[in-house]
C-alpha cells in the first residue's frame, strides 16, 4: 500500500470520535477552511469540525500539491474496500479552488454504520484532503445536502498567522530567533527552520532548523538521564554515522536538564552536520529540543537555536 494510501487511511480512520454561514471557518493552524453544518464548531486537537454529542467529524488534511494526481488515479472502489469501506459513488466535483472529485461510502464500527463523503481538492498550493463522517444515528442533522453544501464551498487561504499556529502548543514559544514556522503537530511539537515552505526535502534537513516537542515522562533518578537521553536522540531521524562529541547534565528555565552535541551528517552522506539536542524535565514530562545545521553554518546557528530554547515556557 503506498504512501498515498496510508494518508486516506488515516483520514478515514480518525474517530468516529456555529450555525453553517456563507464564509469559510479555519480550523485553528488550518489553510483549509469550510462553513461546517450546524452543530460543528473547530477543535484545536486535530484539523477538523466536530458534534461530540453526535459523534460526528469532518476532518481536513494538506497535502502537497502533487498528491491530486496520485489520489486521482488511486482513490477507487477496490483501494477503499481494503480499508473496510464500502464504496456508494464516485464524482468530479469542480471547486473555486480548482479540480477536486468526491467519494461517498459507508462502513461498520461496532454495529454502527458510519456515512463517509471523501473529497480531494486541487490548488496551486496544496491539495486538499477532507473526509466527513456521519453515524447512522446522526443522518436526519446532518443530511447529504448540508454535507455537500460544506464541501462545495471549501476554502484555502494562503497562509495561516504565526500566533495562530503557535497557539495550538501546549508551551509558549517565545522566541523564534529568525526562524520561519516550518510545521505544527497540534498539542505536541512545532519545527522551525530556515529552508522555504517550497524548498525540496532534503533542504529542511541541512538548513538550519530547531524541533521542539514535549512528551509524557522522563526519568525520576538523575542518574538515568543519560541512558535516557542518549535513547531519545537515537530517535532523532535523517541522520547517519552520528558521533556523539559531548553529553552533560545542565539546567534550563530554572528545571533540570540534559544537553547531547554531536557530528553527523545527512541521508545522502555528503552533508556534514552538527546536532544538539537539549532534554528539560519537569512536571511529568520533558521537553525535546533538537538543533541541526551543516557544520560550516554551526557557529551562526548554535546561538539561534539557545534563543529559541531559552524562549520556551510552559503556558
Known amino acids: 500500500m503506498g504512501p498515498r494510501i496510508i494518508l486516506i487511511v488515516f483520514a478515514l480512520a480518525l474517530g468516529v470520535m456555529p450555525a453553517a454561514a456563507a464564509d469559510a471557518v479555519y480550523p485553528p493552524g488550518s489553510r483549509i477552511g469550510l462553513p461546517p453544518p450546524q452543530r460543528m464548531v473547530t477543535r484545536k486537537n486535530f484539523f477538523g469540525y466536530e458534534d461530540a454529542e453526535n459523534n460526528a467529524a469532518i476532518i481536513v488534511l494538506a497535502l502537497p500539491p502533487q498528491a491530486y494526481a496520485d489520489l486521482h488515479k488511486s482513490v477507487t472502489a477496490d483501494a477503499l474496500k481494503q480499508q473496510g469501506l464500502t464504496f456508494e459513488t464516485r464524482e468530479e466535483m469542480p471547486l473555486s479552488t480548482g479540480e477536486a472529485f468526491l467519494v461517498v461510502g459507508h462502513h461498520e464500527v461496532e454495529n454502527t454504520k458510519i456515512r463517509k463523503w471523501i473529497l480531494v481538492a486541487a490548488s496551486s498550493g496544496l491539495t486538499a484532503l477532507v473526509t466527513a463522517q456521519i453515524p447512522e444515528a446522526a443522518k436526519a442533522l446532518y443530511p447529504d445536502a448540508a454535507i455537500r453544501a460544506a464541501l462545495a464551498t471549501l476554502a484555502i487561504r494562503n497562509t495561516v498567522p504565526v500566533e495562530e499556529q503557535l497557539s495550538l ?3 509558549k514559544v517565545g522566541e523564534l530567533a529568525g526562524f520561519r514556522v516550518s510545521g505544527i503537530v497540534p498539542g505536541r511539537a512545532v519545527m522551525l527552520g530556515d529552508a522555504a515552505a517550497d524548498s525540496p526535502g532534503i533542504g529542511t534537513i541541512t538548513e538550519p532548523h ?20 542518549r535513547d531519545v536522540f537515537a530517535t532523532v531521524p535523517n541522520l547517519r554515522d552520528v558521533r556523539i562529541t559531548t553529553s552533560e547534565s545542565l539546567r534550563m528555565g ?7 552535541l554531536a557530528d553527523a551528517k545527512d541521508p545522502t552522506g555528503a552533508a556534514g552536520l552538527t546536532v544538539v539536542q537539549w532534554l528539560r524535565f519537569g512536571g511529568g514530562a520533558y521537553l525535546q529540543m533538537v538543533g541541526i545545521a551543516r557544520a560550516e553554518a554551526w557557529k551562526d546557528a548554535y546561538p539561534r537555536f539557545r534563543s529559541v530554547r531559552d524562549g520556551i515556557d510552559t503556558r
Do not use: K
Open 169 to 171: 502548543l501546549p508551551f
Open 210 to 229: 530547531i524541533f521542539v516537542a514535549i512528551s509524557p515522562g522522563g526519568p525520576v533518578q538523575t542518574s538515568e538521564r543519560d541512558t535516557f537521553a
Open 254 to 260: 530554572g528545571q533540570q536538564g540534559y544537553q547531547i
